[in-house]
């Protein structure tokens, strides 16, 4: 079975830092999806970011990219110039690449990321 | 990608009764998930349900306590059943995405906060 393993419980930064919050997988597959979801106190889980694991381009969304290791099954998210906004819980998720039957997402336990102003 | 609309946001319930989340979506769509957040952990999937068949429950879960419908390829309700202050959690209804049989990602609904006294 598919695991995902984030060993940050909490991470802090200051505002207008770097952060990089990691992430590790545990698959037999090839074809997979990867994401990284940001939870704000209001519950809304938002998608931050998404890497495809047959692409060799690490994937990047304006402040948000990724390290994409599929030989050592890491997938870490770093976060440039850190905004107040950012603070949430993040979660890293894993989902198979074929939709055949009934594919769930499989969860992370979450980095509770705090940023000091 | 879809819009989910979940209802309630929150409630607080009295022990021994029962609460019915609703999730609509707008537009149609094959598997629709159903997951519990229990405080400060991260997210677990309850079932998966495809309109037209029975909900598949993962292990943990039974039918009884968690008795979900699936009328149609918009809508979708969990309910929590005989509720125990256990049952205090954030759950969340998520909708899958598929392109020619692809995964392309995951919309969730914005959540219901439950709690039992």
């Known amino acids: 079975a598919q695991t995902v393993t984030q060993s940050q419980p909490e991470m802090s930064v200051q505002e207008a830092e770097t952060v990089t919050l990691s992430c590790t997988y545990d698959?037999?597959?090839?074809?997979?999806?990867l994401f990284w979801y940001k939870q704000p106190p209001s519950r809304q889980m938002i998608l931050v970011i998404r890497?495809?694991?047959?692409?060799?381009q690490n994937a990047t969304e304006n402040r948000f990219s990724v390290n994409f290791q599929k030989a050592a099954k890491s997938f870490s998210l770093k976060i440039s110039d850190s905004q107040l906004g950012d603070a949430a819980m993040y979660f890293c998720?894993?989902?198979?690449?074929?939709?055949?039957?009934?594919?769930?997402?499989?969860f992370g336990q979450g980095t509770r990321l705090t940023i000091n102003p | 990608s879809a819009v989910i609309s979940q209802k309630p946001s929150r409630d607080i319930c009295q022990r021994g009764t029962s609460l019915t989340i609703q999730c609509q979506v707008d537009?149609?769509?094959?598997?629709m998930f159903w997951y519990r957040q229990q405080p400060g952990q991260s997210l677990t999937l309850i079932a998966t349900?495809?309109?037209?068949?029975?909900?598949?429950?993962e292990s943990g879960f039974v039918i009884d306590k968690f008795p979900i419908s699936r009328p149609n390829l918009t809508f979708s309700t969990l309910t929590v059943s005989n509720m125990s202050p256990e049952d205090s959690s954030i759950y969340l209804c998520?909708?899958?995405?598929?392109?020619?049989?692809?995964?392309?990602?995951?919309?969730f609904g914005s959540g219901t906060r439950l709690t039992v006294v």
């Open positions: 998520s909708v899958a995405h598929s392109l020619r049989q692809r995964s392309s990602g995951y919309t």
């Open positions: 698959t037999s597959e090839s074809d997979y999806y």
């Open positions: 890497q495809e694991a047959y692409k060799q």
């Open positions: 998720a894993y989902s198979p690449g074929v939709m055949k039957g009934a594919q769930k997402l499989v």
């Open positions: 537009s149609q769509v094959t598997m």
């Open positions: 349900a495809n309109q037209g068949s029975e909900a598949t429950y």
